[in-house]
């Protein structure tokens, strides 16, 4: 252990600038001792190098950091068996089901996405400035896309999206709320198995229940899956993609830059995936051996967090990391979709569905701006949720 005051993290939850502390400690201690929510001692990790090691080495555990006994970075507010949620689709043999699911070249999906996107910003457009671009378009566009590949009623997603702030609170202490909400909607996709109108994902993996193969899947193990892809794509996807309009309001050259020539857009999406701020806290790993990290010595059952936005903006792997630059050789070298066995599956579907956004919000709505101060944003705080309540906008 080491004998270092402990600092405690995170360490601020206002997503428009990087924490000062951020960069202070990967040039001093890019491996540094802390205090989690929970209260517990974790090792922050938060130079490039040395966060791609941690996601990378198998020694460095997702799944048991839901343990019974080990430190936290905050309460669970799954079941802990749902934490490797990859995983146990990997291990049922539906991996690839749920890939092709979020192949973005599934028939139809992008134009769907176009579709809804365009629905969405005209709507906005008709009743006038200022209008709340997360709220009227961000989460309700990620929503509606989930929707579409579980192939679930788009009238259900309100619903299910109220699980969210509490299925991706950090909390220190366990929330009563969280097991309800995971019933209830472990019971609504349960139901939609056997809903002759399922279609997308859930009606495939409702077939399988005829296979003599899939015997050993039980319904409920099924209905997790819908449940857990439809928490984490939206919070995940609304999340950057509200930080990506927060991003272009702060440039305005970029806005320019991308109207005039929109064929960059693929390009400045990953530019914006690594600046984006929305995440807060650390991706968690528990060391299961001793471990040498730079210049500390992890032991077995330590608590490892990988903070994103210090690898993502470490001028070591991104000279000039603050600036958004569209012609970045190593631009989709970033960790905001993780990495090692735990690389999000999703990364083509989340750059289709920021691309259709950003071109469909910079057509209509050119000359992007805060209706409001940007110090007066109230700033939500979970992971994946250190976004603004509302993102009031003008054009």
């Known amino acids: 252990m080491s004998t ?29 001792r802390v205090r989690t929510i929970a209260g517990d001692e974790a090792w922050l990790v938060s130079s490039y190098e040395l ?30 068996e749902v934490v490797n949620n990859m995983g146990n689709i990997t291990g049922a043999g539906l991996r690839k089901a749920v890939l092709k699911a979020l192949n973005p070249k599934s028939p139809g999906l992008a134009r769907w996405m176009r579709s809804q996107a365009a629905e969405l910003v005209d709507g906005l457009v008709r009743e006038g400035a200022p209008a709340d671009l997360r ?32 299925a991706f609170m950090n909390s220190a202490c366990p929330v009563t709320g969280a097991r309800l909400n995971w019933d209830r909607d472990i019971a609504y996709m349960t139901e939609r198995l056997d809903d002759p109108a399922t279609t997308g994902l859930m009606a495939e993996l409702a ?24 928490g984490a794509g939206v919070i995940s996807t609304a999340g950057f993609l509200t930080m990506a309009l ?48 730079g210049e500390v010595d992890v032991r077995a059952g330590d608590l490892v967090l990988v903070l994103v936005e210090g690898a993502n903006f470490d001028p070591a792997a991104f000279p ?25 599956p999703a990364t083509a579907l989340g750059r289709k ?29 979970g992971f994946m949720k250190r976004i603004p309540e509302r993102l009031p906008i003008m054009w």
């Open 353 to 381: 569905h920021a691309e259709i956004a950003l071109e469909t919000v910079l057509e209509r709505m050119p000359g992007l701006r805060l209706a409001v101060p940007i110090e007066q944003l109230v700033w939500r705080t």
């Open 4 to 32: 270092e005051t402990l600092i405690d993290f995170p360490f601020s939850w206002r997503g428009d600038q990087l924490p000062g502390e951020v960069e202070e400690l990967r040039a001093s201690t890019p491996v540094r």
């Open 135 to 166: 709220g009227g378009f961000a989460d309700p566009y990620s929503a509606g896309m989930h929707c579409r590949i579980l192939g679930i009623p788009p009238k259900d997603a309100p619903r299910l999206t109220r699980s969210l702030d509490i």
């Open 320 to 344: 000039d990391p603050h600036t958004v630059d569209l012609a970045r050789e190593n631009a989709t070298a970033h960790l905001s979709f993780g990495g090692g066995r735990h690389y999000c």
């Open 51 to 80: 966060c791609r090691q941690v996601l990378e080495d198998p020694r460095f555990s997702l799944k048991d950091t839901s343990a019974p006994g080990v430190p936290r970075q905050y309460a669970l507010t799954i079941p802990p």
């Open 246 to 293: 927060v991003s272009l309001v702060q440039h305005p050259e970029l806005q320019a830059e991308l109207i005039a020539h929109p064929g960059r857009i693929p390009a400045a999406v990953d530019e914006l995936l690594r600046v984006n701020l929305s995440i807060g806290d650390g991706l968690p790993r528990l060391a299961t051996e001793d471990v040498r990290l």
């Open 207 to 230: 077939a399988l229940r005829a296979d003599p193969d899939y015997g050993h899947l039980s319904d409920e193990m099924l209905a997790t899956v819908g449940v857990t892809m439809f």
